[in-house]
């Protein structure tokens, strides 16, 4: 049973910084892109950014490009989402998903695919960005 659980939400002043992980148990993610998706009340589910697991390659959306960086650590089966610079616009529910495919994930996030044709996804972690 494939199951990705993302965490680290949390609630967070304009300006700070939040780590976001998301681990993945029955599922490795060798062979595997990772991405991060958000989605705010009223609005549809936007791709943020994206790694391939094996060569390390990794997409940025315009809107967190330069205050988001995401990383692996694939001994520990667990991708992060290290966000600094928190704007009251990033506030959202935060999800990860892995697939196979991996040209064809990157290819969706870059897109904006909608939906986003990503095998395995998590439960969401709530980002509060307020003062």
């Known amino acids: 049973d494939v199951q990705l659980q993302a965490s680290g939400g949390g609630l967070v002043q304009p300006g700070g910084s939040l780590r976001l992980s998301c681990a993945a148990s029955?599922?490795?993610?060798?062979?595997?892109?990772i991405g991060w998706f958000r989605q705010a009340p009223g609005k549809e589910r936007e791709g943020v950014s994206c790694?391939?697991?094996?060569?390390?390659?990794?997409y940025y959306s315009d809107s967190v490009r330069g205050r988001f960086t995401i990383s692996i650590n694939n001994a520990k089966n667990t991708v992060y989402l290290q966000m600094n610079s928190l704007k009251p616009d990033d506030t959202a529910v935060y999800y990860c998903?892995?697939?196979?495919?991996?040209?064809?994930?990157?290819?969706?996030?870059?897109?904006?695919?909608?939906?986003?044709?990503?095998?395995?996804w998590g439960r969401g972690t709530l980002v509060t960005v307020s003062s």
């Open positions: 790694i391939g697991a094996d060569d390390g390659a990794k």
């Open positions: 998903a892995a697939d196979r495919d991996v040209a064809t994930a990157f290819r969706a996030v870059v897109t904006g695919q909608a939906p986003p044709p990503f095998r395995s």
């Open positions: 029955g599922l490795t993610f060798e062979n595997h892109a």
